[in-house]
């Protein structure tokens, strides 16, 4: 296995196995404050990390750090929003559309046709399984997923402008100064070491080991390597779902997982022979 695909599988793993520990935060504390915590705690253990002061990372804040910082913070609110009214696995197959659009740009075929029809009919089965009155939780997923194709576009951009992470942790600085306002707002939570240890888990899983390793990852990877290794990201959230949170899929619910990550497969591959 090259560094590249290991370094995107220990991605998936980590950043699932603390979305499901975020999911347990969020009966304590509202959505913005979790991600406040996950990307300004992943900011500032970065600049540690790097020993790099704020003044010597002025060069790195450009237009695509800021609209990277933007992109992340809509992205993760919209997530927790979704995972605070459906499963787990649910959400990340729902925004998984994310990254399957990006790999397939506008339709230009019948087969991206079809292929874009087969990731609908997957979550439209997925959403046939959630209770009416937890529509919003769909839509926050899909607004994670659009999230999530804009931060893969900047994130590479910016990292192979910089050729470091540097401007990846003043990205997320900026996402968690943008969720602070409203994340302080809805605080709730009572300091606890327990409460303590779940956000460093959130952090360190969630935000820190994802994002660095996707960072390096992208570097060098393929539209199809990538689009391949992120549709296992419903797997990897449903074994963590249950796991962690004791949460099972039904048999329609995994139908459409399995359509909407064949979908993503075969908008990688379709990806890859287009270039």
């Keep these: 296995m090259n560094r590249p695909v290991a370094f995107s599988l220990g991605s998936i793993v980590s950043v699932q196995a603390g979305s499901a520990i975020g999911a347990g935060l969020l009966d304590e504390l509202a959505a913005p404050a979790v991600v406040s915590l996950r990307l300004g705690g992943a900011a500032l253990v970065l600049l540690v990390i790097r020993r790099r002061s704020l003044v010597q990372l002025r060069a790195a804040v450009g237009r695509d750090v800021a609209f990277l910082g933007v992109a992340l913070a809509v992205m993760n609110v919209s997530f927790y929003e979704a995972i605070d009214r459906i499963p787990l696995a649910s959400a990340v197959t729902v925004e998984l559309l994310g990254p399957l659009g990006l790999a397939l740009g506008l339709?230009?075929?019948?087969?991206?046709?079809?292929?874009?029809?087969?990731?609908?009919?997957?979550?439209?089965?997925?959403?046939?399984?959630?209770?009416?009155?937890?529509?919003?939780?769909?839509?926050?997923?899909?607004?994670?997923?659009?999230?999530?194709?804009?931060?893969?576009?900047?994130?590479?951009?910016?990292?192979?402008?910089?050729?470091?992470?540097?401007?990846?942790?003043?990205a997320l600085l900026i996402g968690a100064a943008a969720t602070l306002p409203l994340g302080a707002a809805g605080a709730s939570m009572l300091i606890?070491?327990?409460?303590?240890?779940?956000?460093?888990?959130?952090?360190?899983?969630?935000?820190?080991?994802?994002?660095?390793?996707?960072?390096?990852?992208?570097?060098?990877?393929?539209?199809?390597?990538?689009?391949?290794?992120?549709?296992?990201?419903?797997?990897?959230?449903?074994?963590?779902?249950?796991?962690?949170?004791?949460?099972?899929?039904?048999?329609?619910?995994?139908?459409?997982?399995?359509?909407?990550?064949?979908?993503?497969?075969?908008?990688?591959?379709?990806?890859?022979?287009?270039?």
């Design 107 to 170: 339709a230009r075929t019948r087969r991206d046709l079809s292929v874009a029809l087969l990731a609908l009919t997957g979550v439209a089965a997925i959403g046939g399984t959630i209770p009416a009155g937890e529509g919003a939780g769909i839509l926050f997923a899909l607004i994670a997923a659009g999230g999530w194709a804009a931060s893969i576009v900047l994130n590479r951009r910016v990292v192979l402008s910089s050729g470091s992470l540097d401007g990846l942790s003043i």
């Design 192 to 275: 606890t070491p327990a409460t303590v240890a779940m956000v460093v888990g959130v952090v360190v899983l969630s935000a820190l080991v994802p994002l660095s390793l996707d960072a390096l990852g992208l570097r060098s990877m393929t539209a199809r390597t990538y689009g391949l290794l992120m549709s296992l990201s419903p797997v990897a959230a449903a074994l963590s779902g249950f796991v962690l949170l004791d949460q099972t899929v039904g048999a329609v619910a995994i139908a459409g997982g399995v359509l909407v990550m064949g979908a993503s497969g075969a908008g990688a591959f379709r990806a890859s022979a287009q270039r």
